[in-house]
């Protein structure tokens, strides 16, 4: 009787565990509804990145109610912007994305992040042609990747980094200063915006 009423316990242990597991399976899948308004499967999430955690490796988006959802990526996360890859990192403050989401855990991961408006990208439907341009530095936002320059008739133009610079073109960027005298490839976003292309 005793190696009976043994196997009963351990029947039901095991059943206590499992069913524990599903409500906690039920509860994230609810969680993952109520952000998303999925069934806890793949979806979508839409908003606006308001940033990128490289440590954490954590992307925080931004919906349109206010709410704020971080979502985990990893090497394996495809950031696409005008039907090029580029990698997570390149994500900016403002980018307008739609991401594939899927639950991990505890946690929201995407494996695929699609830019639907850059920050810093070309205004739609732009046709401005990539121009040589030349001024001397004034300011360098090394975080945001983002400096000035006085050109010409004393007008000042605010520079952005583009998605995936080259390393030479990362390096150059480091490695300016105030008062500088720089040559670059960059294309207008605006009177007063260049997009840069390539350091000359």
Request: proline share 3%; hydrophobic share 30%; aromatic share 8%.
């Given at each position: 009787?005793?190696?009976?009423?043994?196997?009963?316990?351990?029947a039901?242990?095991?059943?206590?565990?499992?069913?524990?597991?599903?409500?906690?399976?039920?509860?994230?899948?609810?969680?993952?509804g109520?952000?998303?308004?999925?069934?806890?499967?793949?979806?979508?999430?839409?908003?606006?990145?308001?940033?990128?955690?490289?440590?954490a490796?954590?992307?925080?988006?931004?919906?349109?109610?206010?709410?704020?959802?971080?979502?985990?990526?990893?090497?394996?996360?495809q950031?696409?912007?005008?039907?090029?890859?580029?990698s997570?990192?390149?994500?900016?403050?403002?980018?307008?994305?739609?991401?594939?989401?899927?639950?991990?855990?505890?946690?929201?991961?995407?494996?695929?992040v699609?830019?639907?408006?850059?920050?810093?990208?070309?205004?739609?439907?732009?046709?401005?042609?990539?121009?040589l341009?030349?001024?001397?530095?004034?300011?360098?936002?090394?975080?945001?990747?983002?400096?000035?320059?006085?050109?010409?008739?004393?007008?000042?133009?605010?520079?952005?980094m583009?998605?995936?610079?080259?390393?030479?073109?990362?390096?150059?960027?480091?490695?300016?200063r105030?008062?500088?005298?720089?040559?670059?490839?960059?294309?207008y976003?605006?009177?007063?915006?260049?997009q840069?292309?390539?350091?000359?």
């Amino acid at each position: 009787m005793r190696p009976f009423t043994r196997i009963k316990q351990v029947a039901a242990a095991s059943l206590m565990v499992v069913t524990a597991g599903a409500c906690a399976g039920n509860q994230l899948g609810n969680i993952l509804g109520g952000v998303l308004g999925g069934n806890g499967q793949s979806s979508q999430l839409s908003g606006t990145i308001r940033g990128v955690d490289t440590r954490a490796q954590q992307i925080a988006i931004q919906q349109s109610n206010g709410e704020t959802v971080p979502v985990t990526y990893d090497n394996q996360t495809q950031v696409v912007y005008q039907n090029q890859n580029y990698s997570p990192t390149s994500l900016e403050n403002g980018d307008r994305v739609t991401a594939r989401i899927q639950s991990n855990g505890s946690q929201y991961y995407t494996d695929y992040v699609q830019v639907d408006q850059s920050v810093s990208g070309p205004v739609s439907g732009s046709t401005a042609n990539v121009q040589l341009l030349q001024g001397t530095v004034r300011q360098i936002d090394v975080r945001n990747g983002i400096f000035t320059v006085d050109v010409n008739n004393n007008a000042t133009l605010t520079v952005t980094m583009p998605y995936n610079p080259s390393s030479s073109d990362v390096n150059r960027f480091n490695a300016l200063r105030n008062g500088d005298f720089v040559r670059f490839y960059g294309t207008y976003l605006s009177s007063s915006q260049v997009q840069l292309r390539q350091f000359y």
